[in-house]
T-cell receptor, first 113, second 116 residues
Framework: EPEVTQTPSHQVTQMGQEVILRCVPISNHLYFYWYRQILGQKVEFLVSFYNNEISEKSEIFDDQFSVERPDGSNFTLKIRSTKLEDSAMYFC???????????FGPGTRLTVL | AQSVTQPDIHITVSEGASLELRCNYSYGATPYLFWYVQSPGQGLQLLLKYFSGDTLVQGIKGFEAEFKRSQSSFNLRKPSVHWSDAAEYFCAVGDVDGGSQGNLIFGKGTKLSVKP
């Protein structure tokens, strides 16, 4: 059964460093999403991506964040200059249609020191 | 604004007992509703979803949920809980109103503990 994969599973970085979180969505899906979950809190939407561009983003997704689908299979989230408060679990999700189930990857735990 | 409320932060039930996890939503249009489960250190697994049609939906692992428009609720139920059901459960609504691209709005989650 196809699934969403994410790498790395855990990333530790120093404050101010750039990180790239990688995701491989399910191959025939067209809608891609990033969410984050700060420890002990609810899952929050960051950004959606469709037709090779950002279709929607939340207030959290400021200029420090960017997304890219560089090669038709990977979907990346870049944080340019990490802050302590960026420490969270980051989930990638994909879906076939806008009104459809989103399938989540296992997440990348980002720890900013 | 759209929102999802899960009023119970933590519930403990005995193995074999029935379970109901509550979820209320605030959403202007017809909601797309989901329940996801998250085991410790794991990702989010879809349990079931409601898009339209029969308001009682069946999911995996013996779970079901009932959509009640009049109460703005989508409660999750299981007749007999197993120890392996211990996890955190998230209710979510898919935001497709006004051109939104289907991003999910999650509740804060309910942690389920199961007593032997």
């Amino acid at each position: 059964e196809p699934e969403v994969t994410q790498t790395p599973s855990h990333q530790v970085t120093q404050m101010g460093q750039e990180v790239i979180l990688r995701c491989v969505p399910i191959s025939n899906h067209l809608y891609f999403y990033w969410y984050r979950q700060i420890l002990g809190q609810k899952v929050e939407f960051l950004v959606s991506f469709y037709n090779n561009e950002i279709s929607e983003k939340s207030e959290i997704f400021d200029d420090q964040f960017s997304v890219e689908r560089p090669d038709g299979s990977n979907f990346t989230l870049k944080i340019r200059s990490t802050k302590l408060e960026d420490s969270a679990m980051y989930f990638c999700a994909s879906g076939r249609r806008r009104e459809d189930t989103q399938y989540f990857g296992p997440g990348t735990r980002l720890t900013v020191l | 604004a759209q929102s999802v409320t899960q009023p119970d932060i933590h519930i403990t039930v005995s193995e074999g007992a029935s379970l109901e996890l509550r979820c209320n939503y605030s959403y202007g249009a017809t909601p797309y509703l989901f329940w996801y489960v998250q085991s410790p250190g794991q990702g989010l697994q879809l349990l079931l979803k409601y898009f339209s049609g029969d308001t009682l939906v069946q999911g995996i692992k013996g779970f079901e949920a009932e959509f009640k428009r009049s109460q703005s609720s989508f409660n999750l139920r299981k007749p007999s809980v197993h120890w392996s059901d211990a996890a955190e459960y998230f209710c979510a609504v898919g935001d497709v109103d006004g051109g939104s691209q289907g991003n999910l709005i999650f509740g804060k989650g309910t942690k389920l503990s199961v007593k032997p």
